[in-house]
Nanobody, 113 residues
Framework: QVQLVESGGGAAQTGGSLRLSCAAS??????????MAWHRQATGKQRELVAS???????NYADSVKGRFTISRENAKKTVYLQMNSLKPEDTAVYYC?????WGQGTQVTVSS
């Protein structure tokens, strides 16, 4: 079993930056051997994958965030990060961390124009 706790959400203006963190706890083997990902869900929309990082560090991004967001993981700390730059109002959503079928509680990101 894996438990996830996100932090770092908040408010930003267009063009600003925020950094999200997600600390995993539980089964170390499962955490190390699985992709870690960030998803988001805006009001009235379906949850969508934002970015993922494999155990070896291979990354994948949604087209809408390529070049602006960077996902990284620190295996020793069992933590995944999402650096969000050049934020846009359409990035406003609740952001969720996901690992091996487990989900965090979500953290709100609000970008004002």
């Amino acid at each position: 079993q894996v438990q996830l706790v996100e932090s770092g959400g908040g408010a930003a203006q267009t063009g600003g930056s925020l950094r999200l963190s997600c600390a995993a706890s539980g089964n170390d083997f499962i955490i190390r051997m699985n992709n870690m990902a960030w998803h988001r869900q805006a009001t009235g929309k379906q949850r969508e994958l934002v970015a993922s990082v494999s155990p070896g560090g291979t990354t994948n991004y949604a087209d809408s965030v390529k070049g602006r967001f960077t996902i990284s993981r620190e295996n020793a700390k069992k933590t995944v990060y999402l650096q969000m730059n050049s934020l846009k109002p359409e990035d406003t959503a609740v952001y969720y961390c996901a690992v091996a079928g487990a989900w965090g509680q979500g953290t709100q990101v609000t970008v004002s124009s």
